[in-house]
Nanobody, 119 residues
Framework: QVQLVESGGGLVQAGGSLRLSCAAS????????MGWYRQAPGKQRELVAT???????NYADSVKGRFTISRDNAKNTVSLQMNSLKPEDTAVYSC?????????????WGQGTQVTVSS
């Protein structure tokens, strides 16, 4: 089993910053990528940012230049620094860990943390 513990959500004014962190534990060998997704009310979950085990990053166009994802492979943690936050960034943010074992990928999700940006 894989456990993901998230922290760092909250309420912030537009233009402010927040930092999300996620720590993975358990049977976490074979991590191929870690990342963050978000889901706003009435919308589908969308990718925010991911980072692979070799450090390649991918960002949603809407957060490029404002958000930075980082990963500590030794500690199995992934963080998301969010700057210049906008009201449209309001959502539940969930940590994701993708494991690759024997050619099969498995996704694990955190419980989600609320980020609310007021205008």
């Amino acid at each position: 089993q894989v456990q993901l513990v998230e922290s760092g959500g909250g309420l912030v004014q537009a233009g402010g910053s927040l930092r999300l962190s996620c720590a993975a534990s358990g049977s976490i060998f074979g991590i191929s990528a870690m990342g963050w997704y978000r889901q706003a009310p009435g919308k589908q979950r969308e990718l925010v940012a991911t980072v692979t085990s070799d450090g390649r990053t991918n960002y949603a166009d809407s957060v490029k230049g404002r958000f930075t994802i980082s990963r500590d492979n030794a500690k199995n943690t992934v963080s998301l620094q969010m700057n210049s936050l906008k009201p449209e960034d309001t959502a539940v943010y969930s940590c994701n860990v993708r494991l690759r074992r024997f050619g099969i990928e498995f996704d694990y999700w955190g419980q989600g943390t609320q980020v609310t940006v007021s205008s």
